[in-house]
């Protein structure tokens, strides 16, 4: 009996394993389904790294792929929403994927780091407050409270900021190194969103130099028809700025001289905020200790 059994079990483990019909069917699918992934993955890349816009062949080029398979790639996230073209055959990155970003941006925590300084700020306005970062050529916003009025304003955590005509945007520019600067405001359209929009990077830069002594800076209706806003640079552990907080209200109920009575105190919490974000003592002492300088005449009008 016992021969017979291994006889009968050694026949048995020489028989060939057959995986199921699902498995052994699957595995060319997947392998072919990872393969496009990342081939998407690299195109998306190459897009966001391409800024203002990229060609399919500057594209191509990057991924060393065929413009073929560039092109069903790039139609498949225009299609989905993540890239947009620029109408003369460029493509880049869209709103969406910005808000995505900005959503990522809030997990790594520096919404939560900054936000017990903003809820102090709180107890001293009815404004609403943001905390906006830095994302490519736009600003995202991180955290946003509310204000204490009988209205709000339609802003949302994740929405894109402009850089050129926001508080958040100018506090930022303003105290970004001067080469990265300059790079950055060359690649900024300067889009007439109001009358008072600054549309000159001479007037800009007149006003960026206006805010770096002052620390921080005033949006007059140049971003919105009705909207004040003040805003402050803040800075991480690398020294360098990553955002700015600001202040926003109607024209109305948030006059010039409220604002500019405020200035100090938004530059403080502002401060407050980049040592949450372990900014070096030096750097945040030297933000608004400068002398301003007096402004040089610019074209930027005003209603």
């Known amino acids: 009996m016992e021969a017979r059994s291994s006889v009968r079990n050694a026949s048995t483990r020489r028989q060939p394993r057959v995986p199921p019909p699902s498995l052994a069917t699957d595995a060319p699918t997947n392998d072919l389904g990872v393969t496009a992934l990342s081939r998407g993955i690299r195109v998306l890349e190459a897009v966001v790294e391409g800024g203002p816009g990229s060609s399919i062949a500057e594209i191509a080029a990057r991924v060393a792929l065929p413009k073929s398979t560039v092109h069903r790639l790039l139609h498949t996230f225009v299609a989905h929403g993540y890239i947009e073209t620029t109408g003369d055959g460029y493509y880049r990155g869209s709103s969406r994927l910005l808000a995505l970003a900005g959503r990522i941006v809030g997990a790594i925590n520096y919404g939560r780091l900054v936000e017990p300084v903003l809820r102090r700020l709180q107890q001293h306005t009815l404004e609403t407050i943001h905390f906006g970062v830095l994302d490519g050529v736009q600003a995202i916003y991180v955290e946003k409270l ?5 209205y709000q304003m339609t802003s949302r955590v994740g929405n894109p900021i402009p850089l050129h005509c926001s508080a958040i945007g100018k506090a930022i520019l303003a105290f970004l190194p001067k080469h990265e600067r300059v790079a950055l405001i060359n690649q900024l359209a300067l889009v007439r969103r109001t009358r008072n929009t600054i549309s000159s990077k001479r007037a800009l830069e007149d006003e960026l130099r206006q805010t770096r002594g002052r620390g921080w800076t005033v949006d007059e209706e140049e971003n919105e028809v009705g909207i004040r806003c003040l805003g402050a640079p803040v800075f991480d552990h690398t020294g360098g700025v990553v955002g700015a907080i600001s202040v926003s209200g109607p024209v109305f109920d948030f006059s010039p001289e409220h604002a500019e009575s405020f200035g100090p105190r938004l530059l403080l919490a502002a401060r407050e905020a980049s040592e949450a974000l372990g900014a070096p003592p030096e750097v945040v002492a030297r933000v ?9 005449p610019s074209d930027r009008p005003r209603a």
């Open 146 to 150: 509310e204000g204490r009025r009988a």
């Open 288 to 296: 608004g200790s400068e002398e301003p300088s007096s402004p040089s």
